[in-house]
């Protein structure tokens, strides 16, 4: 295996990870609270300019979700190659490895279909039939009213949990080379 690729994932990706977090987390409060509790317009927007760094202004917006979707994409292809190693390992390993294979593919989806919306509504001007598009995989809507919810939530708990995990891996790890 590339040694770049799995010091980035051990290293890096840790230091990334409250940042892909706090997204993750606004995105599944938003989705929740409007389709469930009926969050208030203004709270949800509230919710969305920090899911998408509108409290950025405008001109950093765009730059913000390219940053965390990127983030998230390196954190999940650098973790893939990993997928195809031998199984073992502890208890944080198999659960993280199994969130792994399991939602690979839907958080991919999620994360570059964020920065598609975001680059084709800043930069590109797509139609609104794409931007539609986009958003339908990005929160799961080809689900359903309902099941977008269950799609966030589901989705959202698999990445704070191969977040959480991996940051177990990390911390066993430092500790391990410290002794």
Known sequence: ???????????????????IALTALTGMVYRIGRGW????????????????GGWLGDALSPYY??????CLL?????????????????WARRSH???????????????????L???GETWFHFPESTSKLLMT???????????????VLVTGSALLGLGFSGLALWKSRKR???V
């Open 1 to 19: 295996m590339n040694r770049a690729l799995m010091v980035f994932h051990r290293k890096v990706v840790p230091l990334l990870f409250p940042l």
């Open 117 to 119: 919306f975001e680059a």
């Open 137 to 151: 995989l990005h929160e799961g809507r080809w689900l359903g009213k309902g099941g977008r919810v269950y799609y």
């Open 37 to 52: 509790f009926g969050m208030e317009k203004k709270t949800g927007d509230f919710v969305l300019d920090v899911h998408t």
């Open 176 to 178: 391990s080379s410290q």
């Open 97 to 115: 490895r199994l969130l792994g294979w399991v939602f690979l593919l839907p958080l991919a989806v999620t994360a570059a279909t964020g920065i």
């Open 74 to 90: 390196a954190a999940l292809i650098t973790g893939a190659v990993y997928l195809f190693r031998r199984g073992g390992g502890g």
């Open 65 to 70: 979700v390219l940053l965390v979707g990127t």
